[in-house]
């Protein structure tokens, strides 16, 4: 069955250092894959876009990976502040002409 | 106007009756989308349109869900005889085309009482 993952659920850091958040899927040949982030009673905002044919994007302190062979794409936060505190979501849109669909997301909190 | 709109932001109804969601779209977006997202859950696609037409309606969890958009634009996503577990929060989003960024609106929150 089709299948998106992404790690734990939470994710705790301290101000200052860097992050990984994973995104893993299973029987999707994603177009392309992004990153949301989300806050708290508020809708999805966009992040990052990431085509097959890209191995990295980069945007200020983010950088995005993606690998179809693995079948996985990273996330990478790098001089995290509290503000960077939220539920970050990957969304991939398959080739097959579904609906890009949401992981599950997985819920970073930065502490000072 | 700057951003994706809907209203209202909170509607708490009666089980068994029907609500009407509506979204604004960014202008020009030709591609719009309705998600539900329940507490702590997340996003479950519910259908997306193309212009006024609906390719993908897989994601209606039943028949009392129905949806529409006219003059590419506002849409407007019906439940009928609600019932609790439609409780969720109804996010839309629109994008300029199909595989490009979407914009989120705030989103709808509905309690079914």
């Known amino acids: 069955s089709q299948k998106i993952e992404q790690n734990s659920e939470a994710l705790n850091i301290q101000e200052g250092k860097s992050a990984t958040l994973t995104c893993n899927y299973t029987n999707y040949s994603p177009a392309y894959l992004q990153w949301y982030r989300q806050d708290p009673g508020r809708g999805p905002v966009f992040l990052l876009l990431?085509?097959?044919?890209?191995k990295e994007k980069r945007k200020e302190r983010l950088k995005v990976t993606f690998d179809t062979t693995l079948k996985q794409s990273l996330f990478h936060i790098t001089a995290s502040q509290p503000a960077d505190s939220a539920t970050y979501l990957c969304?991939?849109?398959?080739?097959?002409?579904?609906?890009?669909?949401f992981g599950p997301g997985t819920r970073l909190s930065v502490l000072p | 106007g700057a951003g994706v709109s809907q209203s209202p932001s909170n509607k708490v109804t009666e089980k068994g009756k029907d609500v009407e969601l509506r979204c604004d779209p960014i202008?020009?977006?030709?591609?719009l989308y309705w998600y539900r997202q329940r507490l702590g859950q997340g996003l479950e696609f519910l259908i997306y349109f193309q212009g006024n037409s609906a390719p993908d309606k897989s994601g209606l969890p039943s028949d009392r869900f129905s949806a529409e958009r006219t003059g590419e634009s506002v849409s407007t996503l019906t439940i009928q005889r609600t019932q609790q577990e439609d409780s969720a929060v109804y996010l839309c989003?629109?994008?300029?085309?199909?595989?490009?960024?979407?914009?989120f609106g705030q989103g709808t929150r509905l309690t079914v009482v």
């Open positions: 989003a629109s994008s300029l085309e199909r595989r490009r960024e979407a914009f």
């Open positions: 990431i085509r097959e044919n890209e």
């Open positions: 202008s020009g977006h030709t591609a």
């Open positions: 969304a991939l849109d398959p080739l097959n002409g579904q609906n890009f669909v």
